[in-house]
């Protein structure tokens, strides 16, 4: 039952129908898991590897703010506490942030979502996974030896002169950047190729062209970084100085070319959250998006202008005026796309049909949070206000902001949203409300603090700090026990839906997505019949009692 | 209003005239991004109470934008981006042009502490002393990782890289302290890398410089007591009881190989014996080398040193051991510190570094 | 064997599957070009740092070697590009022979950069602190030798990788399995071996001539 878009469908059966040959159980056996070549099972791998990632991450958060209960020692050494950042944030970022939200949905949903039957190449897809899971596996191995304490920027020549474990974790970034090269590599082909008829390049779910340009960042920035890392771990283990000042190098190279791919990496990280709020805002407000071309090409302009600010998180490091000018002048535009998608999302609403869902809740936060701490973020490029801010929890709690407030809302939206399709089942809607709610008040409580720290001077990646700090990180850790808890919540719920959830059907949401158009859990080859896109996605304007909800909840 | 925004808003006081400046642009900056969010967020309840969903097979129209919103969407707050970049632009250009009378500091920065000195004398550890009301320029540097010379209460930050010199610039307003913290992580000891900038009346200054410079005792400003007497300091007895009782006849202090083992860099220095084994120089060994020489000696040299056992009184024995603890090649010196003391390539000056 | 035989499950035909095969590689390549942008970027702002020192150093590479490996690589270029054509017209054995000289010339130029470099390691030309020559007067000498061995060993490691993947196209064009039907694997493998290719000739002059 793939029911086609163009023409009115017949009734719905009356109760939902949970498909009985789908990806998950057609073939069975840990080989056919290990060794497949569909997309939507590498998705579900990818889940399950980035979620324990995250797990960890967020361990060694909760160990940072433990510590950072009292001004003074409370339960590590320094040299603990200084690994112990360093990795949070080579976890979260590497690990788990790059490449969750591409790698989970952009896997499960990308060739759905433009009528494919699976990526461009799909043995290049399973290698992608492995090159992430022998990353994480070399990091691991480096911080289970004690890992590095440089922090997660690697700064020289402090990172090449110290005497903790460094280069596992620089070989285990190495090797997870190949896996997101050819991820980026991957997506770029199928919506060039890969599109069925009907689908052109204006009528592709917003979904694909956020996550088209991320992988346009991905082959592009990665590189960089990867020689960049290559170069420090050479020093660090061979004392081939590029960086060393002792032997004529410069520590502000490494700053440039380390920032040149990190500053895209956050786009790489943001746009698929975009991806996600775009098309979790359509269905919930059951209309078509305002100003899709805006929308579209905006994903496009973060790319391109991303590329040219990466200097914006060198204003005190020594570089020229004139650098500092250029990109904090640079900075201000690339904010602008933003604020377009924003504007965007929120006029969506207009003259639409809002239903308060979990998905929505986290729209809600996600907005707020990318308003605030993106508008930090353009604080921080004034230049003169950064001068204060550089290396402080300023910085800290707007990048949290933007990752956590912004990202990790979105990722949260987007299991809610398509985990009636993933899965076939529905999850309790009254707890996922409940923990959405902790979610949000936790994470303020957790970071609206730090911008207080920053501004009265806390300096960040402090094991120690004067008194006058400690109410603020008092309040920051409380708050990071209550998101802590609502993940914990999240995760329980969501665990005992795959096995007693109400069953889904196809559409619970009434979503005119085009991954809607077909069954939930969807068949392996995606599509029992070859789906007909003759109207754009999430186009509401007339009433299709078969494309309507299976299953009310 | 501006106390009431500063304190709202946590920011320390406003030790310089650019303090609050900067601190004007960022209650602007912060007052428009709440309200923006928070007009964001009310459209938001305002759509989401007004447009609810009253079917599930209701039908939405297609609204396209007009060019007139995307035109206020795009040019709103690019207006006030570029108005914010044009009013803290010219002030971070500010903040690199020093004035040509301003008085320089020369800033070392290393693994953990700070130091500081004075063209013409005198230099210290910890305690940047400045008059209040003049510009000081600071040209600072690092000795071996990037540290970041940081002081909140003036809204001042600059890294300190090793290779290159640095400078900013500030103003005090008024005598005060304030404090110092190093903002680019460095290591174990980044969180207790901290110093004072002391902002002293202009009077006070002066006869504190003076008086610092006539002074030949390296560590007098460090002292908290004021009035304390340099001659009295453990270090400037042990060196003249060691002149005294002669050890300078085998003894250099400036790493020339004598009879006996130089005292430069002497303490906690890994020495090999003659018998193969090494040892850590500290004041357990130099005390024993004092009183029973023979017991364990370099590898390289005669066992010619006579005892001092007995001869020379506990006290007196401590206050030899705390001279030749001072006794480093990045020790502080009463002269004007001569900059880094890593080991450049040849010919590679970084004063001349432009970037 | 037909040409539909080789068109996987997902794509429509073989066109559509040759045109992705092709995109993909290109952006391959442009990733690769990034990775050595990191290097040539790094000696770029050096060389305008120490440009008397740099010079110096480079004239202590050996040109002659250098312009030799140039010509070998070169060559090897217009090897694969034959091997590629002549196995698009269904002469396997032909490519196939034209592959293997491609992997003698490759090998030709690592045997000769192996010779360059035991002269360089003999002669105190070493990267960052195991540098020994006192032939630089000026500052520059062991950075110089750093970016070289870097550039120069990163440059070797994807020759060795397309020497593999020139290997088992050989093999497979000489048991037939190309024709004008299906022969994008050794288009492929040609364009990787270009760009191996041109980021020599944007060493060499770099390195040895300026």
Redesign the interface.
């Known amino acids: 039952m793939s029911p086609s878009l163009a023409t009115t469908p017949p009734a719905p059966p009356a109760e939902p129908v949970y498909n009985p040959r789908n990806y998950l159980n057609a073939e069975a056996g840990i080989a056919s898991w290990l060794l497949t070549r569909d997309h939507k099972r590498i998705g579900i791998m990818y889940f399950v590897g980035t979620t324990m990632a995250f797990a960890l991450g967020g361990l060694f958060a909760m160990l940072i703010r433990i510590e950072l209960l009292t001004p003074g020692p409370t339960i590590m050494s320094a040299m603990s506490y200084n690994r112990m950042f360093t990795l949070h944030g080579v976890v979260m970022i590497f690990i788990f942030m790059i490449p969750a939200i591409p790698g989970i949905f952009g896997n499960f949903l990308l060739p759905i979502m433009v009528g494919a039957r699976d990526v461009a190449f799909p043995k290049l897809n399973l290698l992608s996974f492995y090159l992430w899971a022998a990353g994480a596996i070399i990091a691991l191995y480096g911080m289970i030896h004690g890992g590095a304490d440089t922090g997660w920027t690697f700064y020289t020549p402090y990172s090449t002169t110290t005497v903790t474990k460094v280069v596992p974790i620089l070989l285990g970034a190495f090797v997870i950047g190949f896996s997101s090269i050819l991820t980026g590599l991957n997506f770029i082909v199928t919506t060039h190729t890969l599109r069925a008829p009907g689908i052109s390049w204006m009528k592709m779910p917003l979904f694909v062209w956020s996550i088209y340009a991320t992988s346009v960042i991905q082959i592009l920035a990665t590189p960089v970084l990867g020689i960049t890392l290559l170069l420090v771990a050479f020093e660090h283990a061979f004392g081939w100085g590029v960086f060393d000042p002792a032997l004529g190098g410069d520590p502000i190279l490494f700053q440039h070319m380390f920032w040149f791919y990190s500053h895209p990496a956050v786009y790489i990280m943001v746009l698929p959250a975009m991806a996600v709020i775009s098309e979790v805002i359509q269905a919930a407000a059951r209309k078509n998006i305002f100003g899709y071309r805006a929308v579209a090409f905006s994903s496009l302009g973060i790319a391109f202008v991303g590329f040219f600010t990466w200097g914006h998180h060198m204003f005190t490091s020594g570089q020229s005026t004139l650098d500092a000018g250029v990109f904090g002048v640079l900075s201000m535009f690339v904010g602008i796309f933003t604020a377009i998608k924003v504007f965007n999302w929120t006029a969506t609403l207009y003259k639409g049909a809002v239903r308060f869902t979990t998905p929505f809740a986290y729209f809600l936060g996600f907005m707020f949070f990318l308003v605030f701490g993106g508008m930090t973020g353009i604080a921080l490029a004034t230049v003169s206000l950064d001068v204060h801010w550089q290396d402080t929890y300023f910085v800290v709690a707007h990048f949290h902001f933007i990752m956590v407030g912004g990202v990790i809302m979105a990722w949260l939206a987007a299991i809610h949203y398509w985990w009636p399709k993933m899965f076939g089942r529905l999850y309790s809607e009254g707890w996922g409300l409940v923990s959405a709610v902790l979610i949000i008040l936790g994470f303020n409580a957790t970071f609206i603090p730090q911008f207080l720290l920053g501004n009265s001077g806390m300096p960040r990646r402090y094991y120690s700090y004067p008194e006058r700090f400690w109410p603020l990180n008092v309040a920051s850790t409380a708050g990071a026990s209550l998101l802590a808890f609502g993940f914990a919540i999240i995760a329980i719920y969501l665990a005992i839906s795959l096995k007693w959830g109400k069953v889904a059907g196809p559409n619970p949401w009434g979503s005119r997505g085009y991954e809607w158009g077909t069954l939930s859990p969807p068949p392996p080859e995606n599509f029992l019949e070859q789906p007909v896109f003759d109207r754009p996605p999430h186009d509401y304007s007339e009433e299709l009692p078969g494309m309507e909800v299976t299953h009310a909840t | 209003m501006n106390e009431f925004m500063r304190k709202l ?4 006081e406003e030790g310089s005239a650019y303090a609050a400046e ?1 601190d004007r ?2 209650f602007f ?2 007052t ?3 309200i ?2 928070t007009m ?2 009310l ?2 309840l305002y ?2 109470v007004k ?4 079917s ?10 007009k060019a007139i ?2 035109i206020l ?2 040019g709103v ?2 207006g006030f ?2 108005l ?2 044009a ?3 010219p ?3 500010k ?2 042009n020093p004035p040509k009378d301003a008085m320089d500091v020369y800033v070392q920065a290393k693994k953990w502490m700070w130091k500081f000195s004075y063209p013409g004398g005198p230099n210290g550890t910890d305690v940047l002393r400045v008059p209040a009301g003049r510009p000081v320029r600071l040209l600072i540097t690092s000795r ?3 540290h ?1 010379f ?1 002081v ?2 003036l ?5 300190a ?4 010199y ?1 400078q900013t610039w500030f103003t005090a307003s008024r005598p005060g302290r304030h ?1 110092v ?12 890398m ?1 110093a004072e900038v002391v902002a002293m009346d202009p009077v006070s200054f002066d006869a504190w410089l003076a008086e610092a410079r006539r002074s030949s005792v390296p560590s007098a400003q460090d002292w908290p007591g004021e009035g304390a007497d340099p001659r009295a300091t453990l270090p400037e007895q042990g060196r003249r009881l060691a002149a005294e009782y002669g050890c300078f006849k085998c003894h250099t202090v400036d790493g020339t190989r004598h009879i006996g083992p130089t005292w430069l860099d002497l303490y906690r220095k890994s020495e090999k014996l003659e018998d193969g084994s090494t040892v850590i120089a500290d004041e357990a060994y130099l005390t024993e080398s004092i009183m029973d020489p023979a017991a364990r000696i370099v590898a390289g040299y005669q066992n010619n040193m006579p005892t001092f056992q007995g001869r020379i009184p506990a006290p007196e024995i401590a206050a030899i051991v705390e001279f030749i603890k001072t006794l480093r090649t990045d020790a502080v010196h009463p002269e004007p510190s001569k900059g880094p003391v ?7 000056d ?1 004063t001349r570094a432009s ?1 | 064997m037909q040409p539909e035989a080789y068109v996987a499950h997902h794509f429509p035909n073989l066109r559509q599957q040759e045109h992705a095969a092709r995109l993909g590689m290109w952006l391959f390549l442009a990733t690769e070009i990034l990775l050595f942008s990191g290097l040539f970027t790094g000696y770029s702002v050096y060389r305008f740092l120490y440009s008397e020192g740099f010079e110096q150093a480079s004239r202590l590479l050996n040109t002659t070697l250098g312009t030799v490996n140039t010509l070998v690589l070169i060559t090897s270029s217009l090897t694969v590009a034959m091997a590629h054509h002549f196995s698009h017209q269904g002469r396997g054995k032909t490519a196939a022979v034209l592959l293997f000289v491609t992997l003698l010339f490759a090998a030709a130029f690592l045997v000769i950069k192996g010779f360059e470099w035991t002269s360089d390691f003999h002669e105190g030309l070493l990267p960052g602190r195991f540098f020994t020559s006192t032939e630089v007067s000026a500052t520059g000498g062991p950075m110089f030798f750093t970016l070289y061995f870097l550039m120069t060993g990163l440059h070797g490691i994807h020759v060795i990788v397309g020497m593999v993947v020139l290997c088992v196209l050989m093999i497979q064009c000489w048991i037939g399995k190309y024709d004008h039907g299906y022969a994008t694997p050794v288009e492929l493998g040609g364009m990787y071996w270009h760009l191996v290719d041109l980021v020599w000739i944007f060493l060499y002059p770099l390195l040895y001539l300026i």
Do not use: N
């Open positions: 808003l946590f920011l320390p900067v642009l960022h900056v912060i428009v991004t709440m923006s969010a964001v967020a459209a938001t759509f989401f447009y609810k969903r009253k599930e097979t209701q039908a939405t129209p297609r609204v396209e934008p919103h995307e969407f795009i707050p690019l981006f570029l914010w970049f009013i803290g632009f002030l971070f250009v903040l690199q071996d990782v990037i970041s940081f909140p209460d809204r001042l930050k600059q890294d890289v090793p290779g290159r640095a404090q913290l190093c903002a680019e992580y460095c290591g174990i000891g980044h969180s207790a901290l890593y080991v450049p390539v040849t010919g590679y970084p970037r």
